[in-house]
T-cell receptor, first 111, second 113 residues
């Protein structure tokens, strides 16, 4: 079974707008990662945030982590049509290297 | 292209047949993972190798599933006596000794008729 839930399940925005996706998880973690998946393709790693970090940036991506609430958010600024994809958060616990994925957010960026 | 390759990319089989998938990880990576993803869901962990040793298996990995990594390089995932419920995308990923990031292959899409 999956670690947690992502919210919203689907998001439709206009190009140029910001997109925010939220992820909640259940157990203690070592780190949390965000992945992107284009339809029917493999996953691409976007960003990793460790349990002792609160915020991280990479290009147009901003990730926050609140371990007290067991939640994370991914912000994509100035979205582009090419950002259309499914976005998954995944956690790594302190006792295993495996990724435990959320259910994903399907993002549609309208040109 | 992440450098992880999987073959075949697509497989259609009849219920009851055996299928085998192959994963070639990034050459210097010693960790290799298998995941399964059904439509509209996130990937679910199946099993993980460090070099040739299979260190962790999910309860999802029934007796019909077996995975090997004989020389610590490529890996195979075999499903025996396939069932319609086995229809899914099977994803392979690899990571290096000091890396936390996993690099995913394009996946093998299995359809069991």
């Amino acid at each position: 079974s999956q670690q947690g839930e992502e919210d919203p399940q689907a998001l439709s925005i206009q190009e140029g707008e910001n997109a925010t996706m939220n992820c909640s998880y259940k157990t203690s973690i070592n780190n949390l990662q965000w992945y992107r998946q284009n339809s029917g393709r493999g996953l691409v790693h976007l960003i990793l945030i460790r349990s002792n970090e609160r915020e991280k940036h990479s290009g147009r991506l901003r990730v926050t982590l609140d371990t007290s609430k067991k939640s994370s958010s991914l912000l994509i600024t100035a979205s582009r049509a090419a950002d259309t994809a499914s976005y998954f958060c995944a956690t790594v616990s302190v006792s295993s290297y495996k990724l435990i994925f959320g259910s994903g957010t399907r993002l549609l960026v309208r040109p | 292209d992440t450098g992880v390759s999987q073959n075949p990319r697509h497989k259609i089989t009849k219920r009851g047949q055996n299928v085998t998938f192959r994963c070639d990880p990034i050459s210097e990576h010693n960790r290799l993972y298998w995941y399964r993803q059904t439509l509209g869901q996130g990937p679910e962990f199946l099993t993980y190798f460090q070099n040739e040793a299979q260190l962790e298996k999910s309860r999802l990995l029934s007796d019909r599933f077996s995975a090997e990594r004989p020389k610590g390089s490529f890996s195979t995932l075999e499903i025996q006596r396939t069932e319609q419920g086995d229809s899914a995308m099977y994803l392979c990923a690899s990571s290096g000794e000091l890396q936390e990031t996993q690099y995913f292959g394009p996946g093998t899409r299995l359809l069991v008729l």
